[in-house]
């Protein structure tokens, strides 16, 4: 048993370890926890970093036994367990993240004496896809053991203050100019539930002694097609029409995103959102019954938080930013191309009576051409995107002030050789921007 065990210390010491802290819906968790008065510990993973003093180490891949949990719940009180993951990748699983590492952590709370634990988990049916079935197999064994344990199922969540993934890609669908874009025609029934109303319930539920699986959603079933409209009304965007994608369209796109392992929505995601994600009749009644708070309707939650300009350009630059990237890969690989074809000859004679001439222009040409495709790559890819723009800014950046001096006639060029790059360089800039994504 730890030295400071739970029971041992006055409700003012109450501490809690929220697991995924660093994931879009912690934030709102852990701000519900410090307004009830909760010191709360940071589960991350390891970063190769010193863990700061509201940190503690929680990487579900690796610690997947109990004992590899116990200095994390050094002092604990409620563990919060709001990790997940969308798509496998590498060591990231469905069994490692989902069952296997919160298990472990489940075991270790028995066993060191942590008295709550509260687990986020996921509205929708098992046979929809891993992440489902791998959520709710955790939620029956977290149920099983000799804990007091409480499961939140929310629907489709939402925060007027921000979004990510599938609700970010919903708010753009909705802001787009014109008319707004509807997967299939948007009938599908819906009970969306405010970020800041599942943290203010995952809150009361770690000083609680509730016991089970909740639902939650809001109070009223709402379409697809409302839910956007309402979020083109919150965002002060002109005009209700819209066009409807068919579904056959969205699967193949869907598809093609979940082979590439890219994008804000996998098939569990699409085949959810088609079977409808609504809770059972009687849950928000349920909820308010036993935690004394409900979710609130979406036009009450949008009406209590006011749009600003910075929402319109999330929304409206959600599909810019990706385009934006392609075209910065596609210029650099076509300089690529143009430094590797151009003739030798050709560069010699751009290069002649000039202090260029001095410093292999042709060597220098196929070095730049070699690096202008590595970062194009590199960018393709999404490895270390931030990287990748930064380099790229300070490369045209070198070239710009080299030429610029050697050759002062390369910003006379009719076709705007030199000149482009004053555009080019704000463009990489606000690519370096939108490439952070939480």
Not at 120 to 135: H, N, P, R, V
Not at 145 to 172: D, E, K, N
């Amino acid at each position: 048993m730890d030295d400071t065990a739970p029971a041992q210390r006055t409700d003012a010491a109450r501490t809690a370890l929220v697991i995924g802290a660093n994931g879009f819906l912690a934030g709102y968790l852990i701000a519900a926890l410090h307004r009830h008065g909760w010191r709360v510990l940071r589960g991350v993973r390891d970063s190769g970093r010193a863990l700061r003093e509201d940190e503690r180490a929680a990487d579900l891949a690796r610690m997947t036994t109990p004992d590899a949990w116990r200095d994390s719940l050094r002092g604990v009180d409620a563990v919060v367990n709001v990790a997940g993951i969308l798509r496998e990748t590498g060591m990231q699983t469905f069994q490692t993240i989902h069952i296997d590492g919160p298990l472990a952590l489940a075991q270790a709370c028995v066993d060191h004496g942590v008295p709550r634990f509260v687990q986020i988990s996921a509205l929708g049916q098992a046979e929809d896809g891993g992440f489902l079935a791998s959520k709710h197999r955790f939620d029956e064994a977290l149920l099983a053991l000799p804990l007091s344990a409480v499961v939140l199922r929310p629907s489709i969540v939402y925060a007027a203050s921000g979004s990510y993934g599938g609700t970010s890609l919903l708010r753009a669908l909705a802001a787009f100019p014109g008319w707004q874009l509807l997967p299939g025609d948007g009938h599908w029934p819906l009970q969306p539930v405010a970020a800041e109303d599942l943290g203010e319930i995952a809150a009361r539920a770690a000083a609680g002694t509730q016991r089970g699986i909740y639902e939650i959603g809001g109070p009223r079933t709402m379409t697809l097609r409302e839910y956007q409209t309402q979020w083109r009304r919150w965002l002060r965007i002109d005009g209700t029409r819209a066009i409807d994608f068919p579904q056959s369209l969205v699967s193949l796109q869907v598809a093609i995103s979940e082979r590439l392992g890219r994008g804000p929505v996998g098939e569990t995601m699409w085949r959810m959102l088609r079977r409808g994600n609504i809770t059972a009749a009687d849950a928000p009644a349920r909820v308010r019954a036993d935690f004394g708070h409900a979710a609130r309707d979406l036009p009450q939650v949008l009406a209590a938080t006011p749009s600003q300009v910075q929402d319109r350009w999330q929304a409206q630059l959600y599909f810019l930013a990706p385009t934006l990237r392609l075209a910065i890969v596609a210029l650099w690989l076509l300089s690529a191309v143009a430094g590797w074809l151009t003739p030798a000859a050709t560069i010699e004679a751009m290069t002649a009576g000039s202090p260029m001439q001095a410093l292999q222009p042709v060597a220098l040409a196929r070095a730049t051409a070699t690096l202008d495709a590595v970062l194009a790559a590199g960018l393709l890819i999404g490895w270390r995107p931030r990287w990748m723009l930064g380099l790229m800014g300070i490369s045209v950046l070198a070239y710009t002030v080299v030429f610029g001096i050697l050759l002062p006639m390369q910003w006379l060029d009719p076709l705007g050789g030199l000149a482009k790059n004053l555009v080019v360089l704000p463009a990489l800039a606000v690519a370096w921007v939108l490439a952070d994504r939480r």
